[in-house]
């Protein structure tokens, strides 16, 4: 099946940094999604995207479908970005998605 | 609409008990699926199901069992709880043509003894 890898596993920053999320996987997919879950477990879809830029406010993402990777860019960031950060993927629609092992990430006043 | 719910929050079972977790939504989604968080993990799918009667077998479907009879509802069932099944189960759901969109249950936490 497909493997997907995330780095870093973990990221501590102060109010206000910039930080960027990189998601590696094996084969093509025609699907590709960034969560977040926040502290409270609460799982929020962030991004849909198998290819190409996206931007949603102080979040954007990249996905290089080619290359196998995706990235997901937070600007400016707060402490309510704090939590964990998924990457899923799927091979052919039908939602057997595999999930990432994420990246932790701390935001610090 | 109230989105995704599951039912319980909470459950502390013995080895050998059943138990069923339950998952509805109200936005009649034709997809809905189930999957497993273990501490410092992604997500695992263990079953999932593209409309009513239809199920399939994710990446971890070993000592669970799914049915899904209505749009609306998609039971998850413990048959015989074993201590390798705690975790923090999520229900998840999403609309036909619309795969970008998935919408989450809060989760239910599962401990067996």
């Known amino acids: 099946g497909i493997q997907v890898e995330q780095s870093p596993p973990d990221l501590i920053l102060q109010e206000g940094a910039n930080s960027t999320l990189r998601c590696n996987f094996s084969?093509?997919?025609?699907?590709l999604q960034w969560f977040h879950q926040n502290p409270w477990g609460q799982l929020i879809n962030l991004f849909y995207?198998?290819?190409g830029t996206k931007q949603n406010g102080r979040l954007s993402a990249t996905t290089v479908a080619t290359e196998r990777y995706s990235l997901l860019y937070i600007s400016s960031s707060q402490t309510t970005d704090s939590g964990v950060y998924f990457c899923?993927?799927?091979?052919?629609?039908?939602?057997?998605?595999?999930f990432g092992p994420g990246t932790r990430l701390s935001v610090l006043p | 609409n109230a989105g995704v719910t599951q039912t319980p929050k909470f459950q502390v079972l013995k080895t050998g008990q059943s138990m069923t977790l339950q998952c509805a939504q109200d936005?009649?989604?034709?997809?809905m699926s189930w999957y497993r968080q273990d501490p410092g993990m992604g997500l695992r799918l263990i079953h999932y199901?593209?409309?009513?009667?239809?199920?399939d077998q994710g990446e971890v479907p070993n000592g669970y069992n799914v049915s899904r009879s209505t749009t609306e509802d998609f039971p998850l069932r413990l048959l015989s709880a074993a201590p390798s099944q705690t975790s923090v189960y999520f229900c998840?759901?999403?609309?036909?043509?619309?795969?970008?969109?998935?919408?989450f249950g809060p989760g239910t936490r599962l401990t067996v003894l």
């Open positions: 936005m009649n989604h034709e997809y």
């Open positions: 899923a993927v799927e091979r052919n629609y039908g939602q057997n998605f595999v």
């Open positions: 995207i198998p290819s």
């Open positions: 998840a759901s999403s609309p036909p043509g619309r795969e970008d969109t998935q919408y």
């Open positions: 084969d093509s997919v025609n699907n």
């Open positions: 199901s593209v409309g009513a009667g239809i199920t």
